[in-house]
């Protein structure tokens, strides 16, 4: 529809710049540069690079963007951007980049939490998001349990890792494993050829007196790590395709089954699965198969939308927009910390009709 909001969302908080466009919840471009090739020599993403990467990039990925939505800068209704969490300096070049379009084009600011901008992506593949909704997130940086009765404004965490993210631990056994970074995606795939079995890996906080919803990843990191040290110094070679497949089926057995629990403990019966590590296709599976059994209804993004991008920004941008949330004051600050808990940053006041900047003429500032 014509009348929905038509954002712009830009996305920095790690390695990935994102340009997204969306008209409410309908998808007009999604633009991404990402810089991962020049972290892949190091096993994990260097701040530095990262953030110098999103200022090349910035310019002609909003461009990209633009052009391929066929639409003009002017149109927009609003630009959405990540204020955290995220690495700090890399954060701060899209701040930046997106208040000075704000600026220039006299439109307002939405600085976002890039957890729930995960969580609103799926509006733009399954349509409105059910309220609540229960939302796994899994990602290098996160792994958490949030219940979000309003992706706009009431967003609760029910259970986080208390060490690694499950992206992370896929990233160090492929790194032990001499698979390269992200270590996730080839997992995924040498793991379909090997045996889920065949190794008996821990679960990590799955006892009756552990915290029912929280998740840990390093013990199970540790103890793979060790099995194929003892193989490595027993001389033997070591089954890379079942020991992938073993640990990934203790990763996705966790998640699923705690994301399950939550959603018969609260009552909801939706399941939405983001961030990176939900384009793992056990995670997939095994979700679905477990959701189905439990009533309850999966959602899960098409893996390019999982993964960072600017559209997950453009779309809870336009959310914003269309229940009428304050925008952001043009001073926004990323926040490397943001909690979970604010779905946006909103201004002190009236900041999106800076009546001052008037005074220059912003026709001249943007072509
Ligand atoms: O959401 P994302 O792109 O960036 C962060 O915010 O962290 O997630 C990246 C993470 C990496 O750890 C990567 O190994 C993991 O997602 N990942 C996967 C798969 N594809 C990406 N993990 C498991 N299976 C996959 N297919
Ligand atoms: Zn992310």
């Known amino acids: 529809m014509a009348d929905e909001p038509l954002v712009l969302g830009i996305e920095t908080s790690c390695d990935e710049t994102g340009v997204g466009i969306v008209r409410g919840t309908t998808l007009l471009a999604d633009a991404v540069a990402s810089s991962v090739d020049t972290h892949a020599r190091f096993g994990g993403v260097v701040p ?46 899209g701040v930046s980049a997106a208040k000075a379009y704000a600026y220039a084009l006299n439109k307002p600011l939405y600085g976002v939490n890039h957890l729930a901008s995960h969580i609103c992506v799926d509006q733009l593949e399954h349509g409105p998001l059910p309220e609540p909704t229960m939302a796994l997130l899994v990602s290098g940086g996160h792994s958490s349990l949030l219940l979000a009765p309003d992706i706009t404004a009431d967003v609760r965490p029910m ?42 890996f821990p679960r990590g906080l799955s006892g009756s007196r552990d915290p029912a919803y929280d998740f840990s990843f390093s013990g199970l990191k540790t103890a793979v790590a060790r099995w194929i040290e003892a193989k490595r110094n027993a001389g033997e070679e070591v089954p890379v395709r079942d020991v992938a497949a073993s640990f990934q089926e203790a990763v996705v057995d966790v998640l699923t089954r705690k994301a399950v629990r939550a959603c018969k403990d609260e009552g909801v019966d939706h399941l939405m699965i983001g961030g990176g590590v939900a384009a793992n296709s056990r995670l997939r599976a095994l979700a679905q198969e477990r959701c189905e059994k439990a009533g309850i209804r999966l959602r899960v993004p098409r893996p390019g939308l999982c993964t960072d991008n600017g559209a997950m920004v453009a779309a809870l941008g336009a959310e914003m927009v269309a229940r009428n949330r304050p925008a952001s004051d043009l001073d926004l600050s990323a926040d490397s910390s943001l909690p979970v808990t604010d779905p946006h940053v909103p201004g002190a006041g009236h900041s999106h009709d800076h009546d001052h900047v008037h005074e220059v003429s912003k026709e001249n500032l943007y072509p």
Do not use: N
Not at 51 to 75: C, N, Q, Y
């Open 48 to 93: 530095e690079i990262a953030s110098r990467a999103h200022l090349e990039a910035m310019v002609p990925t909003i461009e990209r963007a633009l052009k391929t939505a066929g639409i003009s800068a002017r149109d927009l209704d609003g630009i959405a951007v990540t204020a955290g969490p995220g690495l700090a300096g890399a954060l701060l070049v």
């Open 159 to 200: 259970g986080a890792t208390i060490d690694d993210a499950a992206g992370e631990a896929f990233d160090k056994i492929a790194r032990v494993l001499d698979l390269g970074f992200p270590g996730g995606p080839v997992i995924d795939r040498l793991a379909k050829e090997g045996d889920p079995k065949a190794i008996a």
